[in-house]
């Protein structure tokens, strides 16, 4: 499973992990991906999709309506 965001494209960023000794070997951060199910009232269905719990605030604040069609503008299929 690809660890990006549907609706905000949040993806893993890379860096170093720096020890007490300061060596330096390579990391990456992970954005918290979850999977939810939304029902989408247009369409009367359930939707599945993979965003990031900041992408489900902005979900449950603006709502799926406003969410899918952000994402169908983005060229993401939904």
Known sequence: MSRIC???GAK???GNAISH???KTRRRWD???QTQRFWLP???RWVKLTVST???KTIN???IEW???EMRRNGVKV
């Open 6 to 8: 549907q609706l905000t």
């Open 12 to 14: 893993p960023s890379f």
């Open 21 to 23: 000794s300061h060596r």
């Open 31 to 33: 954005p918290n991906i």
């Open 42 to 44: 247009s369409e009367n």
């Open 54 to 56: 900041k992408a489900i």
């Open 61 to 63: 604040r603006r709502g």
């Open 67 to 69: 969410a899918v069609a």
